[in-house]
């Protein structure tokens, strides 16, 4: 048992105690905070594995500094944290948590889907503030999700799962994906839709493509033009992928109807940013995911393709399939 590994953040015991059956473990201990890049970067000279978050930047610098290092695993689907190119370089494998999530992840997207389009959040706190004196025709009035059209930017697997539930409300389902995917347009009665004409067309619009240099402000001013104005934006993927001083000035100008965030550009987001002034955006502080036996399994997911990988077998979810042989 002489590999080492270092978890960047404090983990429950059952998942502590499978990689120490393995590995020598370490982590960082401090409750719930991300562990100081100069702790990173003493400890990640050291050890042969990494079981790390979002939260932690493995970039160029990073991995220069690892000696031994073999496996970088991710507890998350997306890995726009780490710098792929250069760990395959280095012949570093870096694995992820897919498929576990999707569901979760659907029922999040869509629930913030319905939260926007009904302002739940408003209403609530128009009655927590005494502000509810008579029923009235057009109070708090909303969007109809029921009957209405759905972009889908990005037809991963969460992407399919969002699309199954919005099936369930008799929505039309638009996708635009790099890729057609002519097996789920049989399957689910969805239909691809360009770019610019799906933009034109939906009445919610949810963001579900990976953060990437492609992306990167995929949906900025001219796409925030296009869109009706009764739009709704739903992101659920990663804040980059969304221009938000332009999405700041759509909400503003009434280029769009509402926005429901998850996601930000910079996390945490600031209480002073400009998006959470606005009474037409629900932000949520990242927490697609977030279901106890979701984050467990993604754990256990984790640590499966940490141990996978120090023993020389191929990893549940290898990202940088190139080194796979
Ligand atoms: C991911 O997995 O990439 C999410 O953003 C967190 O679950």
């Not at 401090?30 to 990494?50: A, M, N, Q």
């Not at 141990?307 to 940088?320: E, M, T």
């Amino acid at each position: 048992m002489d590999r080492k590994i270092y978890i960047t953040r404090r983990l429950p015991d059952e998942i502590v105690a499978k990689l120490s059956k393995y590995f020598l473990v370490e982590m960082w201990e401090k409750e719930d905070t991300p562990v100081p890049r100069s702790i990173l970067e003493e400890k990640v000279k050291e050890v042969d594995g990494l079981f790390c978050l979002l939260t932690e930047a493995i970039d160029r610098e990073l991995l220069d500094q690892a000696k031994n290092l073999k496996v970088i695993s991710n507890m998350a689907v997306g890995y726009n944290n780490i710098d792929i190119n250069y760990a395959t370089q280095k012949g570093i494998m870096v694995t992820n948590t897919p498929g576990v999530l999707t569901e979760t992840t659907a029922d999040l997207t869509f629930s913030l889907l319905m939260a926007t389009s009904r302002r739940l959040l408003e209403a609530d706190q128009f009655l927590r503030q005494g502000k509810w004196k008579t029923w009235s025709p057009f109070l708090l009035t909303g969007q109809d999700v029921f009957g209405s059209t759905l972009g889908i930017i990005g037809l991963g697997q969460i992407g399919k799962a969002v699309a199954r539930r919005a099936k369930g409300f008799n929505m039309e389902v638009l996708y635009y994906n790099r890729s057609r995917k002519f097996d789920a347009e049989q399957e689910l009665g969805i239909h691809y839709t360009e770019f610019e004409d799906i933009l034109r067309q939906s009445d919610f619009l949810c963001i579900l493509v990976p953060f990437t240099k492609d992306t990167e402000n995929l949906i900025s001013r001219k796409q925030f033009s296009l869109m009706k104005d009764n739009a709704v934006l739903v992101n659920t993927s990663r804040g980059g992928v969304v221009n938000e001083d332009e999405l700041y000035n759509a909400l503003v100008n009434g280029d769009i109807w509402a926005a429901g965030l998850d996601v930000f550009n910079q996390e945490p987001t600031s209480i002073d940013h400009p998006l959470i002034s606005l009474n037409n955006v629900i932000t949520l502080p990242h927490i697609g995911s977030a279901s106890y036996g979701t984050r467990m399994r993604m754990a256990y997911l984790n640590t499966e393709n940490l141990i996978r990988s120090l023993a020389g077998d191929k990893p549940v979810h290898l990202v940088n399939e190139e080194l796979s042989n």
